[in-house]
């Protein structure tokens, strides 16, 4: 029922992607910061950065990313999980965990070993395995949770 693709490969083409992931993690101002970042993504198993779509038949119900860095200081700690979305008519059938194990798994096709993420959430990703490390900061000088995951 539910599938996730590159949003590269999507068969509605790129705009739908593109509208529905910056709908959800843009602004006013930085459209073509997400339009860009996206049209110049990879589809390839070892490239970065990719975003996916989740799919419910056709219809577009979720995304994910995965980059070389969630804009935070740590630049040093590659790749990142960004822009975990799930519309709330899909909401507590554990698909934001499908689509981290899908790119968790993305990430260790393409040998990285740990993955990480910057959230200002508490509770939901320590039940995935998920384990806080330290604080990282945005460019605005705020900290951020840096939390990281080891790769099976």
């Known amino acids: 029922m539910y599938t996730i693709v590159n949003m590269l490969d999507y068969a509605g083409g790129l705009e ?13 101002k930085n459209f073509l910061f997400f339009d860009d970042a996206i049209r110049n993504s990879s589809n390839k198993k ?36 960004v822009g975990v979305f799930v519309a709330k008519s899909e909401r507590g059938k554990e698909l934001g965990n499908y689509m981290m194990k899908h790119v968790e798994s993305e990430a260790k096709l393409a040998g990285h070993s740990t993955v990480f993420l910057t959230t200002d959430l ?31």
């Open 46 to 81: 070892t490239g970065l950065p990719r975003f996916y779509l989740l799919l419910k038949q056709t219809e577009i119900v979720g995304c994910i990313g995965l980059v070389t860095n969630d804009l935070i200081s740590r630049h040093d700690l590659i790749p990142w999980v």
């Open 16 to 28: 739908p992607g593109i509208k529905f992931y910056h709908n959800y993690w843009g602004n006013d």
């Open 122 to 152: 508490d509770g939901y990703y320590e039940k995935y395995g998920w384990t806080r490390i330290e604080n990282g900061f945005e460019s605005s000088g705020k900290a951020t949770k840096i939390y990281k995951k080891k790769l099976n």
